[in-house]
């Protein structure tokens, strides 16, 4: 019963949270999302993989907001997750971010912080990644 009530309790605040910040959301094309990540200095030879984890994580969507069996919550294109890599609220975590900013269509601090990720945990790291993208084919961007 208690357990109950939390999770509606936090499912309203990640409702007013898409709310809040679905003005500036946005779903990018495989396309834009693949120059976006060159933008943001996503090496060339994994970009496909990196197309491939975003589509699997999120949809492409900026606004994504899921709440993990855990209870943790993983936000935006990346799906960074509150355990360890930000904080609801305020800036924290290991990349020193508040995690309501990964939902907004501007993705510098969520590339950075997902560089970041993959530096200390690899592709690994992305259940998006592991389960439709490791040793499968990989969307071509290469016309992009
Ligand atoms: C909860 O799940 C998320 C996403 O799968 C994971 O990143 C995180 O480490 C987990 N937290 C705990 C406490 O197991
Ligand atoms: C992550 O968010 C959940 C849901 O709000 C919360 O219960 C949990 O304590 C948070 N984890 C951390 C490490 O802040
Ligand atoms: C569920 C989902 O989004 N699946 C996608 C995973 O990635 C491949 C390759 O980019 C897509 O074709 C799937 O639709």
């Not at 999770?7 to 959301?25: K, N, P």
């Not at 960074?80 to 501007?106: A, H, P, Q, S, V």
């Amino acid at each position: 019963m208690r357990g109950a009530t939390i999770a509606a309790f936090l499912t309203t605040f990640i409702i007013l949270d898409l709310r809040f910040y679905g003005t500036e959301a946005k779903i990018f094309t495989r396309c834009q999302l693949a120059k976006e990540l060159l933008k943001h200095d996503f090496p060339r030879t994994f970009l496909s993989n990196w197309v491939c984890l975003v589509e699997n994580e999120s949809g492409r969507s900026t606004s994504k907001v899921m709440q993990q069996p855990n209870l943790s919550v993983s936000y935006g294109l990346f799906q960074i997750n509150n355990k360890t890599w930000c904080r609801k609220g305020r800036k924290g975590g290991l990349c020193n971010t508040k995690c309501e900013d990964f939902l907004n269509d501007d993705i510098q601090d969520d590339a950075k912080c997902a560089k970041l990720i993959f530096n200390q945990k690899g592709f690994q790291n992305w259940p998006g990644w592991v389960n439709k993208c490791r040793g499968r084919n990989l969307p071509d961007v290469s016309r992009c």
